[in-house]
């Protein structure tokens, strides 16, 4: 009974280059969030999709961002271009949907260089 | 104002210490709640749902007071293990979606 599984654990980019993160959900689960968390600070909403819709965006920056869950397979958060900035752990949880309680992946640390 | 507030403390105790946290949240429709435990440079994993009667769980106990909007955690007897970051999270069945609070951290010390 596999838990939310996120790959790769560790990715490091240089500038310019394109980030690509991926959640593999609770099976069963249809609803993926996606979080950023920089160093010493909480965990900041991003985005919140359902098998192939997003719900709710409004945490995602506007540009070099996007976040996709197909009917098959992962959720892909992509960041383009990715910016020292981007550095962050990087966690996604999947749910079966309100009121039940979300599960999350280990993260992602993201270390553009 | 913020969906889920939390203060961000930290909040330093001695071991033993009883210590309580409390989180505010804006919607009125919230219907799911729930305490979520974050360790350094970890994953959040959920610590316990809080219902309307409220619940305990060992020295854990979460209690939701809908007329306030708020939801709290109260710790007895605090552990050294107990250190971590605590976040209150809401759930609003209409939208399906989870708001998570930016935590409050907790310091357990000898």
């Known amino acids: 009974n596999a838990g939310v599984m996120q790959n790769p654990r560790h990715l490091v980019r240089r500038r310019g280059q394109e980030a690509r993160l991926r959640c593999s959900p609770v099976k069963g689960h249809s609803h993926v969030y996606w979080y950023r968390q920089l160093p010493e600070e909480g965990l900041k909403f991003m985005v919140y999709?359902?098998?192939?819709?997003?719900?709710?965006e409004s945490g995602m920056p506007k540009e070099r961002f996007s976040a996709e869950f197909p009917k098959e397979g992962p959720s892909i958060l992509r960041i383009q271009q990715v910016v020292r900035g981007d550095s962050a752990a990087y966690f996604c949880?999947?749910?079966?949907?309100?009121?039940?309680?979300?599960?999350f992946g280990q993260g992602t640390r993201l270390t553009v260089v | 104002r913020k969906e889920v507030e939390q203060d961000p403390g930290p909040f330093n105790v001695p071991e033993g210490a009883t210590v309580a946290f409390n989180c505010t949240y804006s919607n009125s429709a919230s219907q799911s709640f729930f305490w979520y435990r974050q360790d350094c440079r970890k994953e959040p994993k959920l610590l316990m749902s809080?219902?309307?009667s409220g619940n305990e769980d060992g020295r854990f106990t979460a209690q939701l007071n809908r007329a306030s909007q708020y939801i709290s955690l109260l710790i007895r007897d605090s552990k050294l293990s107990d250190s971590a970051t605590y976040l209150c999270?809401?759930?609003?069945?209409?939208?399906?979606?989870?708001?998570f609070g930016t935590g409050t951290q907790l310091k357990v010390e000898l």
């Open positions: 809080v219902y309307s």
């Open positions: 949880a999947s749910s079966p949907g309100s009121p039940n309680e979300a599960f």
């Open positions: 999709l359902q098998k192939e819709n997003i719900i709710d």
């Open positions: 999270v809401v759930g609003w069945r209409g939208g399906n979606k989870l708001t």
